[in-house]
C-alpha cells in the first residue's frame, strides 16, 4: 500500500513536467545544447570519484552541465536536459527494484538539477542560491530512494521504513 502511495506522489512532479511542455516550442539550437549537454552529464557519471563497495557513489562533475543548460537556456531545457540524462542512466546498467524507485532514482533527481534557475538568472546570487537548492533536491530524491527501497540491504540494527 506505501509503494501505491509512493508512487503516485513521484508520478505528480512528471504529470506537471508533461503539462508544461506541451505549450513549450524548442528551438534547433536549444534541442542540439539539451542533447549535447546530457551526453556530458552522463559521460561525466562515468568518471567515479568515490565508489562504494554496494554499488553507487559520488560522481563531483557530472550535475554541473544539467546546471548550466537551465541557467543558459531555460529551465524547460534543464529538465528536459536532467528526463534525458536519467533516462540514459537507467538504459545503460539501471536497477530497478519498483516503478517509484526508478522515478525516485533516476529521473526526478536529475530533472531538479534542470531547476537551477528558479531563483533568476540576473544575478550570480540567485544562480548560486538556485543551483544548491536543486542540488538539495537532488540528493533529497536519492536519499529518499535509499530509505524506502534500498534499506533492507542495511546491516543488522538499521531502522527500515518498508
Request: hydrophobic share 50%; aromatic share 12%; charged share 10%.
Amino acid at each position: 500500500m506505501f509503494n501505491s502511495i509512493l508512487l503516485v506522489v513521484c508520478i505528480v512532479p512528471l504529470a506537471l513536467y508533461v503539462l508544461k511542455m506541451r505549450k513549450y516550442k524548442f528551438k534547433t539550437k536549444e534541442m542540439v545544447v539539451v542533447a549535447m549537454f546530457s551526453a556530458m552529464s552522463y559521460i561525466l557519471s562515468l568518471i567515479p570519484f568515490v565508489r562504494y563497495p554496494q554499488g553507487g557513489g559520488i560522481n563531483m562533475f557530472s550535475m554541473l552541465p544539467l546546471l548550466l543548460v537551465s541557467v543558459l537556456y531555460s529551465r524547460e531545457a534543464g529538465l528536459t536536459a536532467g528526463l534525458i540524462t536519467g533516462t540514459i542512466s537507467l538504459l545503460m546498467g539501471g536497477y530497478i527494484m519498483h516503478p517509484a524507485q526508478v522515478i525516485l532514482d533516476y529521473t526526478i533527481p536529475d530533472m531538479a538539477l534542470g531547476l537551477s534557475d528558479m531563483f533568476g538568472k540576473d544575478d550570480k546570487k540567485r544562480i548560486i542560491f538556485g543551483s544548491l537548492v536543486a542540488i538539495l533536491l537532488n540528493t533529497t530524491s536519492h536519499f529518499l530512494s535509499g530509505v524506502f527501497f534500498f534499506g533492507q540491504f542495511a546491516p543488522e540494527g538499521n531502522v527500515t521504513v518498508a
